[in-house]
């Protein structure tokens, strides 16, 4: 069955570097999300993705982040300029249509920022 | 502000028992719910949607129950196994791209 892969699993950068976190969808689907998850909190909206352009983001999707899909397959985010805050797991999702087809999601990359 | 909330937190149960893990939601425009499973340390496994004019969906061991009007979704599990082990996500999806989801119920099956 296709599925979601995200590299790296596990990233630890310094504050203030800047992080890539990479995602390939599955093949035939529209549209692309990234979701975060703090360390026993809720998983969190950041960002949806359709048509190369972002279609919707959270209030916690500031200038800090960005996201591309630089060729046919690759979707990236990126933080400029990371804080301690930014710890967290990050998942990267992908569906067939914006409504009444589920999200698949991949194991995500937790991201270590000291 | 769309909440969601699951009931209970956690929960251990011998193999074989029958769950109903619970789901409530505040805004009841929803398009859709959906239940998640989430191993440690992975990522999360879309187990069964459920749009908005549904009442239920059925999958293996595993029916998902809307009540739109009331905000409420139960999850149920028959005959549960020590494999069912994970923590289960319900989300729901209002008119716009994102998923609201809850805290989660963290599920232990012991043999």
């Known amino acids: 069955e296709p599925e979601v892969t995200q590299t790296p699993s596990h990233q630890v950068t310094q504050m203030g570097q800047e992080v890539i976190l990479r995602c390939v969808p599955i093949?035939?689907?529209?549209?692309f999300y990234w979701y975060r998850q703090i360390l026993g909190q809720k998983v969190e909206f950041l960002v949806s993705?359709?048509?190369?352009?972002?279609?919707?983001k959270s209030e916690i999707f500031d200038d800090q982040f960005s996201v591309e899909r630089p060729d046919g397959s690759n979707f990236t985010l990126k933080i400029r300029s990371t804080k301690l805050e930014d710890s967290a797991m990050y998942f990267c999702?992908?569906?067939?249509?914006?409504?009444?087809?589920?999200?698949?999601f991949g194991n995500g990359t937790r991201l270590t920022v000291t | 502000k769309q909440e969601v909330t699951q009931i209970p937190a956690a929960l251990s149960v011998p193999e074989g028992e029958n769950l109903v893990l619970n789901c409530s939601f505040t805004?009841?425009?929803?398009?859709?719910l959906q239940w998640f499973r989430q191993d440690p340390g992975k990522g999360l496994t879309s187990l069964l949607l459920?749009?908005?004019?549904?009442r239920e969906q059925t999958s293996g061991r595993l029916n998902a129950s809307l009540d739109k009007s009331s905000g409420r979704s139960t999850l149920y599990i028959a005959a549960s196994q020590p494999g069912d082990s994970a923590t289960y996500l319900c989300?729901?999806?209002?008119?716009?791209?994102?998923?609201?989801f809850g805290t989660g119920t963290r599920l232990q099956v012991f043999p």
């Open positions: 999702a992908s569906s067939e249509f914006r409504e009444g087809s589920p999200l698949h």
């Open positions: 093949s035939n689907h529209l549209y």
């Open positions: 993705f359709y048509n190369n352009e972002i279609s919707e």
């Open positions: 805004d009841s425009a929803i398009y859709n």
């Open positions: 459920i749009q908005s004019s549904q």
């Open positions: 989300a729901v999806q209002g008119n716009t791209d994102k998923l609201i």
